[in-house]
């Protein structure tokens, strides 16, 4: 198991195009959390997994942003109708549930022109 | 709600000088702190955390509650130091974390 992995790496797309970014925890952390890092900043928490029930969701920035975990183990973030103001880094990290420690992904980078 | 504030963006000391990172949270509650690290061209990764008190890479952390302060600090800083450093604190049931805007440390030869 090598970590946390997310595809793709980076994307560029066009203002209006839909995104969709997968995370990929590691394989027995049953927490999944997304977080967006703009330049400058600190990351900044969206949502969050336990196994595939998303318990928090009123950080994602807006209706645009949605996310799912299907079965419990990978994720998906998709944004609809990106703006540039979208641009960005995307995180995922995962934990196990007994524990506050997360591990990070090494991100999707977003540039919407 | 909470914050998490690192003052100093920037930070430049020499080799073998002590350091400090300078972390200040708000936080109504009982506080976990952490301190992440990120190295160029790597990923965020944990460097400790107040609850377990120990030191990583010559680096401690002491929370003091009543200065509301988690303070990283390294008594001679080596060149391999030089990273980007967030402060985070965990919280609510989803014990996610929020971060400082970093510290970005370079050690100088």
């Known amino acids: 198991d090598t970590g946390v992995s997310q595809n793709p790496r980076h994307k560029i797309t066009k203002r209006g195009q839909n995104v969709t970014f997968r995370c990929d925890p590691i394989?027995?952390?049953?927490?999944l959390y997304w977080y967006r890092q703009t330049l400058g900043q600190g990351p900044e928490f969206l949502t969050y997994?336990?196994?595939?029930?998303?318990?928090?969701k009123s950080r994602l920035l807006s209706d645009r942003f949605s996310a799912e975990r299907p079965k419990g183990s990978f994720s998906t973030l998709e944004i609809q109708r990106t703006e540039q103001g979208d641009s960005a880094m995307y995180l995922c990290?995962?934990?196990?549930?007994?524990?506050?420690?997360?591990?990070f992904g090494p991100g999707t980078r977003l540039t919407v022109t | 709600a909470q914050r998490v504030t690192q003052p100093e963006k920037l930070l430049s000391v020499f080799k073998g000088a002590p350091v400090e990172l300078k972390c200040n949270y708000s936080?109504?509650?009982?506080?976990?702190l952490f301190w992440y690290v990120q190295y160029s061209r790597q990923r965020l990764q944990l460097l400790l955390r107040?609850?377990s008190r120990e030191s990583i890479k010559g680096f401690t952390a002491d929370l003091n509650k009543g200065e509301t302060s988690f303070h990283l600090k390294k008594p001679f800083a080596q060149e391999e130091d030089s990273a980007m450093y967030y402060c985070?604190?965990?919280?609510?049931?989803?014990?996610?974390?929020?971060f400082g805007s970093g510290t970005q440390l370079t050690v100088l030869p």
């Open positions: 990290a995962s934990s196990l549930a007994v524990t506050t420690e997360q591990y």
């Open positions: 394989s027995e952390h049953n927490r």
């Open positions: 997994f336990q196994n595939e029930a998303q318990l928090e």
């Open positions: 936080y109504s509650g009982s506080p976990e």
């Open positions: 107040h609850i």
């Open positions: 985070a604190l965990s919280s609510g049931s989803a014990r996610q974390l929020t």
